[in-house]
């Protein structure tokens, strides 16, 4: 089972339209938990964290679920803008004061007019 | 505030010629780096990690190698390259608290 699976795409969706991306991860012991956004040959930059209470930035929602080693995000009333790849990353403490993060393959959107 | 610098932009290099890649941070002191690679259609892959000055951590074995001269330089390098070593190369640091900061990558095409 690889670490990090996501959706593998792609999602193509109306704008408005509200979507989900889903996420597992294999590591039980993973401490922190991100969404991604990776636009077309750029580097990937943070989108958001994911807390285990859940949180939410303006049109997306993004929760975890442990028990599950779960990752979603969701986006609302989805916009042009919104086209990108969402990578899925989670971080493991590998030792000697040292952190990993692990990404999935990403899921690519296109938001279309 | 923290920034990350990384070049060149874009690299074309014949098969077996050497190979150097440099990242900077600036704006934080004894960051955790980080060098991934992006291969077409496929995920990001960690390559090499340094936690300080002179500690290289290797995930991938291969004919790459990195090295952190300064508390906040991470090189990577090759000493031949193969065709197989084509991809979107990316710097990346970290405080331990929160999320990775990329730099803006390097694409790398081996002819």
């Known amino acids: 089972r690889k670490e990090v699976e996501q959706d593998p795409g792609p999602f193509n969706v109306p704008e408005g339209a509200t979507v989900a991306f889903n996420c597992t991860y294999s590591n039980s012991a993973s401490q922190s938990f991100f969404w991604y956004r990776q636009d077309c040959r750029k580097e990937p930059k943070l989108l958001m964290s994911?807390?285990?209470s859940g949180n939410e930035d303006g049109r997306f929602t993004a929760q975890l679920n442990r028990a599950s080693q779960y990752i979603s995000l969701l986006i609302r009333d989805s916009k042009l803008s919104d086209s990108a790849t969402y990578l899925c990353?989670?971080?493991?403490?590998?030792?000697?004061?040292?952190?990993?993060?692990?990404f999935g393959k990403g899921t690519k959107l296109s938001v279309i007019p | 505030s923290q920034t990350i610098h990384q070049w060149p932009a874009t690299l074309v290099q014949p098969v077996g010629s050497p190979l150097s890649l440099e990242c900077t941070v600036e704006g934080t002191s004894n960051p955790n780096l980080y060098w991934y690679r992006q291969a077409a259609g496929r995920g990001l892959q960690l390559l090499f990690y340094?936690?300080?000055?002179?500690?290289i951590s290797s995930e991938v074995p291969q004919n790459l190698s990195a090295s952190r001269p300064q508390d906040r330089q991470f090189i990577l390098s090759s000493k031949k390259l193969l065709l197989s070593d084509s991809g979107f190369y990316l710097c990346?640091?970290?405080?331990?608290?929160?999320?990775?900061?990329f730099g803006s990558g390097t694409r790398l095409t081996v002819v």
């Open positions: 990346a640091w970290s405080d331990s608290l929160y999320g990775y900061t």
């Open positions: 990353a989670v971080r493991t403490y590998s030792g000697a004061g040292s952190y990993q993060l692990t």
């Open positions: 994911v807390y285990s």
């Open positions: 340094s936690v300080g000055i002179g500690q």
